[in-house]
């Protein structure tokens, strides 16, 4: 039983990486319309949350008819502009019919570095919430350099998680959560329920990202989860195709795989 490894939340953030977002050749509307009824019952339950989406490159690939992700890096920022609009206008339309607000936030790791932008980002984030607004946090991807190949911002969130002072950061993608082995080629590898500590060997089992739209992968949410686990916060990797996944989060169900936090704050 996991009821007892994660504390009352109040402050969530989610991370929707960009393979549940898109869906063939076009955009995931189904995955839209049960996000948002999933964000309005945890409104109801008086639970900020705060959303870290990627999908802009994946966005405007789809807009451009493009199959494969771009390669040079003024094209990715390219495509990264043309989508981001997009990808904001599903997010604006179908949380409206919910009755529920959003906003943009687009960041860099700069803004993280720097102690002035940090607070300013903090406050802003605050105030959405107190608002009742539901933030959309997604990097800036048109005049990020590196940061354009981090991790399909899965460590993004993790800085977001740290921003707000979440009491769970939780990464959605199409994986049920870390295994003991490689699904892929271990067809009985079975999914680890809890880790206490992340380590290497959890590391050298898990790979890469497979899809052509998105360059995360469970190493990266690895990475997160160790960010945030060494700083007093427990981490969340899940399947989002489920329609009641950040319900049986919350109730504490027995999904994905928790990492949970180390005792000594990094």
Same mark, same amino acid.
Do not use: W
């Given at each position: 039983?996991?009821?007892?490894?994660?504390?009352?939340? +109040?402050?969530?953030?989610?991370?929707?990486?960009?393979?549940?977002?898109?869906?063939? &050749?076009?955009?995931?509307?189904?995955?839209?319309?049960?996000? %948002?009824?999933?964000?309005?019952?945890?409104?109801?339950?008086?639970?900020?949350?705060?959303?870290?989406? %990627?999908? =802009?490159?994946?966005?405007?690939?789809?807009?451009?008819?493009?199959?494969?992700?771009?390669? *040079?890096?003024?094209?990715?920022? =390219?495509?990264?502009?043309?989508?981001?609009?997009?990808?904001?206008?599903?997010?604006?339309?179908?949380? =409206?019919?919910?009755?529920?607000?959003?906003? @943009?936030?687009?960041?860099?790791?700069?803004?993280?570095?720097?102690?002035?932008?940090?607070?300013?980002? @903090?406050?802003?984030?605050?105030?959405?919430?107190?608002?009742?607004?539901?933030?959309?946090?997604?990097?800036?991807?048109?005049?990020?350099?590196?940061?354009?190949?981090?991790?399909?911002?899965?460590?993004? !969130?993790?800085?977001?998680?740290?921003? /707000? +002072?979440?009491?769970?950061?939780?990464?959605?993608?199409?994986?049920?959560?870390?295994?003991? +082995?490689?699904?892929?080629?271990?067809?009985? =590898? +079975? *999914?680890?329920?809890? /880790?206490?500590?992340?380590?290497? !060997?959890?590391? %050298?089992?898990?790979?890469?990202?497979?899809?052509?739209? &998105?360059?995360?992968?469970? /190493?990266?949410?690895?990475?997160?989860?160790?960010?945030?686990?060494?700083?007093?916060?427990?981490? $969340?990797?899940?399947?989002?195709?489920?329609?009641?996944?950040? !319900?049986?989060?919350?109730?504490?169900?027995?999904?994905?795989? $928790?990492?949970?936090?180390?005792?000594?704050?990094?």
């Amino acid at each position: 039983m996991r009821t007892e490894k994660i504390l009352k939340i +109040k402050t969530l953030v989610v991370k929707i990486g960009s393979g549940l977002i898109t869906k063939n &050749s076009g955009i995931n509307t189904a995955f839209f319309r049960n996000l %948002s009824k999933q964000v309005f019952l945890l409104k109801q339950r008086k639970i900020h949350l705060v959303l870290v989406s %990627s999908g =802009a490159i994946a966005c405007g690939m789809h807009a451009l008819g493009l199959h494969k992700r771009p390669e *040079r890096l003024e094209h990715k920022q =390219a495509v990264a502009a043309l989508g981001q609009p997009v990808l904001m206008q599903h997010f604006v339309h179908i949380f =409206a019919k919910n009755k529920m607000k959003v906003a @943009q936030i687009l960041l860099t790791r700069d803004d993280f570095k720097s102690k002035k932008r940090y607070r300013n980002a @903090q406050h802003a984030i605050m105030e959405l919430l107190r608002e009742g607004i539901v933030p959309i946090v997604n990097e800036n991807d048109t005049v990020s350099v590196d940061e354009i190949q981090f991790g399909d911002n899965d460590q993004l !969130s993790a800085f977001v998680a740290r921003l /707000v +002072k979440a009491d769970l950061l939780v990464m959605l993608s199409d994986i049920n959560g870390f295994y003991d +082995k490689d699904p892929k080629t271990h067809p009985h =590898a +079975k *999914r680890v329920s809890v /880790v206490t500590k992340i380590d290497k !060997s959890h590391v %050298s089992v898990a790979g890469g990202s497979q899809s052509e739209k &998105s360059i995360g992968g469970m /190493v990266t949410k690895l990475l997160a989860a160790k960010h945030v686990t060494q700083n007093g916060i427990p981490a $969340l990797v899940a399947h989002g195709g489920s329609q009641k996944i950040l !319900s049986q989060i919350i109730n504490h169900e027995d999904v994905g795989t $928790l990492f949970l936090p180390s005792n000594k704050k990094r």
